[in-house]
C-alpha cells in the first residue's frame, strides 16, 4: 500500500519561511511527476509546483521566485522551499506522486498571518 506523508506545514508570519517534505512509502515503481498543490477557504484545488524525474521544475506564476521544488529520487521524497509567504498562500498543501497511478496525500495546512 503506497503512502505520501507530509510534513512541514504551520503558522507563520508574512515573509517568513517553511519548508514542506512528502516522502512515498510502499511499493511505488516508475515514479515520474512528483508535485505540490494547494486549496484554500472556498477555492479549487490549484498546481503550486511539479519537478519531473529529470529535475524539471514548473512553477504556478503566483509562487514564481519565491517557492522552490526539489526531489530526491533515492528517497522518493519531494520537498517544497516556501520563501517570502504572503496571506494569499495560506491553503492546505497536497503533495501529489504520479507513477502507473496518481497518488494524493492528506495535505498539511500552511497559515499565513501575523
Known amino acids: 500500500q503506497v503512502q505520501l506523508v507530509e510534513s512541514g506545514g504551520g503558522l507563520v508570519q508574512p515573509g517568513g519561511s517553511l519548508r514542506l517534505s512528502c516522502a512515498a512509502s510502499?511499493?511505488?515503481?516508475?515514479?515520474?511527476?512528483m508535485g505540490w498543490y494547494r486549496q484554500a477557504p472556498g477555492k479549487e484545488r490549484e498546481l503550486v509546483a511539479t519537478?519531473?524525474?529529470?529535475?524539471?521544475?514548473d512553477y504556478a506564476d503566483s509562487v514564481k521566485g519565491r517557492f522552490t521544488i526539489s526531489r530526491d529520487n533515492a528517497k522518493n521524497t519531494v520537498y517544497l522551499q516556501m520563501n517570502s509567504l504572503k496571506p494569499e498562500d495560506t491553503a492546505v498543501y497536497y503533495c501529489?506522486?504520479?507513477?502507473?497511478?496518481?497518488?494524493w496525500g492528506k495535505g498539511t495546512l500552511v497559515t499565513v498571518s501575523s
Open positions: 510502499g511499493k511505488i515503481f516508475g515514479i515520474t511527476v
Open positions: 519537478i519531473t524525474t529529470y529535475y524539471t521544475a
Open positions: 501529489n506522486v504520479r507513477s502507473a497511478m496518481n497518488y
